[in-house]
T-cell receptor
Framework: ETGVTQTPRHLVMGMTNKKSLKCEQH?????MYWYKQSAKKPLELMFV???????ENNSVPSRFSPECPNSSHLFLHLHTLQPEDSALYLC??????????????FGEGSRLTVL | GQQVMQIPQYQHVQEGEDFTTYCNSS?????IQWYKQRPGGHPVFLIQLVKSGEVKKQKRLTFQFGEAKKNSSLHITATQTTDVGTYFCAGTPNYGQNFVFGPGTRLSVLP
């Protein structure tokens, strides 16, 4: 139990489907993140939310749409994905105060396969 | 943009041997963190280094932050099979706030 819960753990979708990944943190953190981890690249930061406000969008294609309704929940809405989007999507949370980011607590990830 | 590099990419050691992974940044870092990811698992925080030349120890693990705050190392003494996994460094550039992860070093320990 990491304090950061991701669902679903595994997802298979076609290129025309619409699905969502969900992340919930029970640590009282104010910052939440989406990372993409694929076999051939380092951990890639996708989106950052701080106190529900999006503070970073790392040039992510619009077929990925984040949503942060409150400081404890984060969603990643997926539509018309490509096979190269298949990867492990990791959610993380941290405290973020005075411009300093604390340690990242990662969820167990959602393994996405796009057919 | 900032780049964080790690070497080696892979390391195979016999149980009981030592292991070191090196992290190098193209820019000065305000701090650096290290994470471990077991096979099939998620990254887990190990430590954060902030000061120039800082050295921290956790049992058999020794972490070092370079004097110029552009490089760091993780050294494991007398590896055990439980040390298997990928070790990532993540640095925060002085001008920014979010961590940039290195590609990781995958450690295999042969019993």
């Amino acid at each position: 139990e990491t304090g950061v819960t991701q669902t679903p753990r595994h997802l298979v979708m076609g290129m025309t489907n619409k699905k969502s990944l969900k992340c919930e943190q029970h640590l009282g953190h104010n910052a939440m993140y989406w990372y993409k981890q694929s076999a051939k690249k380092p951990l890639e930061l996708m989106f950052v939310y701080n106190f529900k406000e999006q503070t970073e969008n790392n040039s992510v294609p619009s077929r990925f749409s984040p949503e942060c309704p409150n400081s404890s929940h984060l969603f990643l809405h997926l539509h018309t994905l490509q096979p190269e989007d298949s990867a492990l999507y990791l959610c993380a949370s941290s405290s973020h105060r005075g411009g300093v980011t604390g340690e990242l607590f990662f969820g167990e990830g959602s393994r996405l396969t796009v057919l | 943009g900032q780049q964080v590099m790690q070497i080696p990419q892979y390391q195979h050691v016999q149980e009981g041997e030592d292991f070191t992974t090196y992290c190098n940044s193209s820019t000065t870092l305000s701090n650096i963190q290290w994470y471990k990811q077991r096979p099939g698992g998620h990254p887990v925080f190990l430590i954060q280094l902030v000061k120039s030349g800082e050295v921290k120890k956790q049992k058999r693990l020794t972490f070092q932050f370079g004097e110029a705050k552009k490089n760091s190392s993780l050294h494991i003494t007398a590896t055990q099979t439980t040390d298997v996994g990928t070790y990532f460094c993540a640095g925060t550039p002085n001008y920014g706030q979010n961590f940039v992860f290195g590609p990781g070093t995958r450690l295999s320990v042969l019993p």
